[in-house]
């Protein structure tokens, strides 16, 4: 456009002109793919045509929001992958008891992409203390060697009962492979548009869940988990929708150019490494199962509760209080009363909940004077913890 013969005086119209000269060079200093910057060009020069007539308002909102969330997808912003199974193992060691079935099937993928990258050692790495929030070890463009080859990502789907650890194990692996990590729950979606957005000339149009968890982490690689999927829709048709999206979504065949409707460009989510968790395989498709790796999360035993809530949950605990282990003992046999003080459990988010009790009552008996360390045991246990408390069998 020629902005030459535009009333100068016209203040109005001058600060149009700069709202739309700045829209275009953010657009133009941004990573953005090629095609989609040339029809975002379009539409910016639609609007140095509207600027005459003055009734370019409502077009410039919708163009300026829609060129806002494009130069917010990270496009060719991947993270430095670690590859170092023995440091994986032992960040996953560290947040869980058990578990070796996945542990086993992540150090396994973890391998694999380390000898299709040719990068094999002849004794094992000594593991170092990654550090997540420095945002030096994620590197624009990454380079590829000619030995680079990209592994096919496997879809693990968790299943088992809450509680039992399926999303915690999630947030581990991503840590232990040094990716980001987002979340993204299908309790009760009723709507598909959840995930695939909405078109861009709607009055609420904007991106789905899958490339805004793009966003939120800063890469195109991170670990993203679709939490229960099982319980997506109670309705048929939309549960139907629903499946066949995350079928795109999951299978590395399409999901090289999964469409999101208010991009409506092609993003690539084949470096994406995907977790679904469910309660049940119920309501999810045959198409679908045939495409993710299902692994069944089992109950825990008293005696594995017993060893995650004194070596795990009960540190934890006392940390976030700002008490320590000489504050408060807990007698050998105390044990089985806050594991079960009720009934059974299959997970161990009561057992969470029973410890943080036990020591909020603790918390209160210093601050009124009481000599540490306290100590928990069968005959006083009532005084910490309430007998009602806890899932009914």
Aim: contains cysteine; hydrophobic residues 40%; negative net charge.
């Amino acid at each position: 456009m020629d902005y030459q013969n535009i009333n100068t005086n016209d203040s109005g119209m001058n600060e149009s002109v700069g709202e739309i000269v700045a829209l275009e060079n953010k657009l133009l200093s941004s990573p953005v793919p090629s095609g989609l910057k040339e029809e975002s060009i379009q539409s910016i020069n639609r609007l140095k045509r509207m600027v005459r007539m003055g009734g370019y308002s409502n077009e410039f909102e919708t163009v300026s929001k829609y060129i806002d969330w494009i130069v917010k997808i990270p496009w060719g912003n991947f993270s430095a992958d670690t590859l170092d199974i023995y440091q994986a193992k032992k960040i996953m060691d560290s947040s869980h008891y058990g578990m070796e079935s996945v542990k086993n099937l992540i150090l396994d993928y973890l391998a694999s992409m380390q000898l299709k990258q040719g990068n094999i050692s002849s004794r094992p790495i000594i593991p170092t203390q990654l550090q997540m929030n420095d945002e030096s070890v994620f590197q624009r463009q990454a380079p590829k060697t000619e030995n680079e080859h990209h592994v096919s990502t496997p879809v693990f789907l968790f299943v088992g009962l809450q509680g039992v650890g399926k999303t915690s194990i999630a947030k581990s692996i991503a840590t232990s492979m040094n990716r980001k990590f987002a979340r993204v729950s299908l309790g009760a979606i009723g709507d598909v548009r959840t995930l695939r957005g909405t078109p861009r000339y709607s009055l609420d149009g904007e991106p789905g869940q899958i490339v805004k968890s793009l966003i939120r982490c800063g890469t195109m690689n991170p670990v993203i988990l679709l939490d229960e999927i099982e319980k997506s829709s109670g309705n048929a048709g939309l549960l139907n929708d629903v499946m066949a999206t995350l079928l795109e979504v999951l299978d590395p065949e399409q999901n090289s150019n999964f469409i999101d409707h208010y991009i409506d460009f092609p993003v690539d989510l084949s470096k994406v490494m995907f977790i679904c968790t469910a309660n049940n395989l119920g309501g999810l498709s045959a198409a679908l199962l045939d495409r993710v790796e299902v692994i069944r999360f089992t109950s825990y035993s008293d005696q594995e509760k017993e060893i995650i809530a004194k070596q795990y949950i009960l540190p934890n605990v006392l940390e976030e209080y700002s008490l320590s282990d000489t504050q408060v003992v807990f007698s050998e046999d105390v044990w089985i009363s806050i594991i079960r003080p009720v009934g059974f459990d299959a997970g161990i988010r009561q057992l969470e909940r029973n410890i943080a009790t036990i020591i909020r009552s603790v918390a209160r008996k210093i601050i009124e004077g009481e000599p540490t360390p306290i100590t928990i045991n069968s005959e006083n246990l009532s005084q910490f913890l309430n007998v009602d408390q806890g899932p009914l069998s």
